[in-house]
């Protein structure tokens, strides 16, 4: 004899409802990863005073996949990798905020970069991050130390 009972009406209302609510949080989660993506772009651009009106191609690797690739002039077309996720991002924009290590033999690697990442700009490497350890970061500016006033 089965125990399995139908679903009531009010059942399979709140079971939509969270099928419904778990699509819009995806959706969300695109658009917020899409912006994120758009600011490291321009980040980039700004970076490297690349003028707005000349096509430029960012392709960003990240353990030997491309995770991103852009093109185009006044906006970048972005095209993200299906299977991009939000830490990734975040790895990216930790990356690109780390100076390049001026004696990489010297340097041990860091834990917090367990992934190898490169930034192509137009076909030429401006960021690389390998075993821990950057060793080019063309993006990367120094924070600057807010004036004080006394």
């Not at 700004?46 to 093109?71: R, W």
């Not at 972005?78 to 004696?103: E, F, G, L, N």
């Amino acid at each position: 004899m089965s125990t399995h009972t139908p679903m009531g009406r009010d059942e399979k209302l709140e079971s939509k409802q969270i099928g419904e609510d778990y699509r819009e949080i995806e959706q969300t989660s695109v658009v917020l990863l899409a912006q994120i993506l758009a600011k490291i772009l321009k980040q980039i651009r700004e970076s490297l005073n690349l003028p707005k009106d000349k096509n430029t191609k960012v392709e960003i690797d990240l353990d030997g996949k491309k995770a991103l690739e852009a093109s185009g002039s006044k906006s970048l077309e972005v095209k993200p990798s299906a299977d991009i996720s939000a830490d990734d991002v975040k790895y990216i924009q930790k990356a690109i905020a780390q100076p390049a290590q001026k004696h990489k033999e010297s340097v041990a690697p860091s834990h917090e970069f367990d992934r190898n990442l490169t930034i192509k700009v137009n076909g030429q490497e401006v960021l690389r991050l390998k075993d821990g350890v950057v060793e080019l970061n063309a993006l990367y500016q120094e924070r600057r130390e807010p004036v004080q006033y006394s």
